[in-house]
């Protein structure tokens, strides 16, 4: 069964850090691509980093240098250490699951859970 569930969002002020948590099932965590996307208010979803089932990470280049992929591999979490956060980063963050990475970082998953809300004020 692939399920994710998303926690650890909230408000900060620009520059500062965050930390976003995905539970995945055992099945999920294995076997699929796990990463984020997130969408604005208005605006189209936006991928944003992913780990593959092999452990590789890719990130978009919005985020690169300030969000981090990690992973513990016996709770089955994956985390999002997003540092220098800018106002623009502000958004419903999705964990999301698929077969392929690609499809993760288009924001094209067929699984997500349920968004956790990150609001970064200038």
């Known amino acids: 069964q692939v399920r994710v569930v998303e926690s650890g969002g909230g408000s900060v002020q620009a520059g500062g850090s965050l930390r976003l948590s995905c539970a995945a099932s055992?099945?999920?965590?294995?076997?699929?691509?796990m990463g984020w996307f997130r969408q604005a208010p208005g605006k189209e979803r936006e991928g944003i980093a992913v780990?593959?089932?092999?452990?590789?990470?890719r990130y978009a280049d919005s985020v690169k240098g300030r969000f981090t992929i990690s992973q513990d591999n016996a709770k089955n979490t994956l985390y999002l250490q997003m540092n220098s956060l800018k106002p623009q980063d502000t958004a419903m963050y999705y964990c999301?699951?698929?077969?392929?990475?690609?499809?993760?970082?288009?924001?094209?998953?067929?699984?997500w859970g349920q968004g956790t809300q990150v609001t970064v004020s200038s």
């Open positions: 999301a699951a698929d077969l392929f990475c690609t499809t993760v970082l288009t924001g094209q998953s067929d699984y």
């Open positions: 055992a099945y999920t965590y294995s076997n699929m691509c």
């Open positions: 780990k593959d089932s092999d452990g590789s990470t």
